[in-house]
């Protein structure tokens, strides 16, 4: 069994910023990929930011320059930086983790319970 626990969503002005934090628990053998993805209204997931074990990272075109995607391994947590960030940068933020989970040794992606950001003057 994993979990993952976000934090860090809020209401913030155009040009503001915001860092959201994802932790991961529970019966962890490894955590390979993390990555964040957002939801907005009426609007299907889509990935905005990924990276690697090993610390190789990729981004969606529309936060290129703007967001930072990092983790800690020690820790089982992932960060994204969000800066210079606009309106329609509103959603539902989600994390997700590739985990290989102890005993079955089995890979399976796991979801974050979702948080909100929201850029509005």
Same mark, same amino acid.
């Given at each position: 069994?994993?979990?993952l626990?976000?934090s %860090?969503?809020?209401?913030?002005? $155009? +040009?503001?910023s915001?860092? *959201?934090?994802c &932790?991961a628990?529970g019966?962890?053998f490894s955590?390979?990929?993390? %990555?964040w993805?957002?939801q907005g $209204? +009426?609007?299907q997931?889509? *990935?905005?930011? &990924?990276?690697l074990r090993?610390?190789a990272?990729?981004?969606?075109?529309s936060?290129k320059?703007?967001?930072?995607?990092?983790?800690?391994?020690?820790k089982?947590?992932?960060y994204?930086?969000?800066?210079?960030?606009?309106?329609?940068d509103?959603?539902?933020?989600?994390?997700k983790?590739?985990?290989?989970?102890l005993?079955?040794y089995?890979?399976?992606?796991y979801?974050?319970?979702g948080?909100q950001v929201t850029?509005?003057s």
């Amino acid at each position: 069994q994993v979990q993952l626990v976000e934090s %860090g969503g809020g209401l913030v002005q $155009p +040009g503001g910023s915001l860092r *959201l934090s994802c &932790a991961a628990s529970g019966s962890i053998f490894s955590i390979y990929g993390m %990555g964040w993805y957002r939801q907005g $209204p +009426g609007q299907q997931r889509e *990935l905005v930011a &990924a990276i690697l074990r090993g610390g190789a990272t990729n981004y969606a075109d529309s936060v290129k320059g703007r967001f930072t995607i990092s983790r800690d391994n020690a820790k089982n947590t992932v960060y994204l930086q969000m800066n210079s960030l606009k309106p329609e940068d509103t959603a539902v933020y989600y994390c997700k983790c590739e985990v290989r989970v102890l005993l079955t040794y089995t890979t399976s992606d796991y979801w974050g319970q979702g948080t909100q950001v929201t850029v509005s003057s």
